[in-house]
């Protein structure tokens, strides 16, 4: 079975501070991605990766950045937290080279700024 | 630009069936997702549809017609876990990923 990991289930921030958020997938999926979800929105793309180093801009990427050192890990990062930065985070992870592949899911962050 | 309906909430009793239905505007079209997501958790994947028709999985079926942008995820035998929110997401022409808001399926007794 596929397991997508975050390395928090809740987390507790101050406006301002450094948030890192981590993902670890184990079946050596080449693309990963970071999502927002927000009561009454889709899920809403922050940044993905298809390979080491590399990153792409999703639909949402300001206030955020990546970071892609290692092949199954990939790490979004808030600069400065900000308020409107509480939400719910979910990283996924698909394989193979289709791009339809199927998007594995961890189980999400779920960030309050205070 | 790029959009995805699905009603916001449905009921259903336990036992019966129920339709969810997605339409979807995109720029260019490479199939469609339907996910179930329970309260708290992330969401699973259920199908995907990249041709015409119906497909069958058990109790679940995901029916698509490209010609009219529209989606259907049918539950037969609904039980109780299947409360959930079920979301829909269609693959744009740059093989993105457009996710409706989801519909919150509540199964009363």
């Known amino acids: 079975d596929v397991k997508v990991t975050q390395s928090s289930r809740y987390l507790v921030k101050r406006t301002g501070e450094k948030v890192f958020l981590e993902c670890v997938q184990d079946m050596d999926h080449e693309n990963m991605f970071w999502y927002r979800q927000d009561p009454g929105l889709g899920l809403r793309l922050i940044y993905f990766s298809y390979d080491v180093k590399m990153k792409e801009k999703g639909d949402i990427p300001e206030g955020y950045s990546v970071s892609r050192e290692k092949k199954e890990r990939f790490s979004l990062i808030l600069e400065s937290a900000s308020t409107n930065q509480t939400s719910m985070y979910l990283c996924a992870s698909s394989g193979g080279t289709s791009v339809t592949d199927t998007q594995y899911f961890g189980p999400g962050t779920r960030l309050t700024v205070l | 630009g790029q959009n995805i309906d699905q009603p916001t909430e449905m009921t259903a009793t336990e036992g019966a069936i129920v339709q969810i239905n997605c339409t979807y505007q995109?720029?260019?079209?490479?199939?469609l997702f339907w996910y179930q997501q329970h309260a708290g958790e992330a969401p699973t994947f259920l199908s995907y549809?990249?041709l015409d028709g119906l497909e069958e999985k058990g109790r679940f079926s995901s029916f698509l017609s490209r010609s009219k942008g529209y989606s259907y995820l049918l539950l037969k035998e609904l039980q109780m876990k299947d409360s959930a929110s079920y979301l829909c997401a269609a693959l744009d022409s740059n093989y993105q990923l457009i996710w409706g808001a989801g519909t919150k399926l509540i199964i009363k007794p």
């Open positions: 995109t720029s260019g079209f490479n199939g």
């Open positions: 549809n990249v």
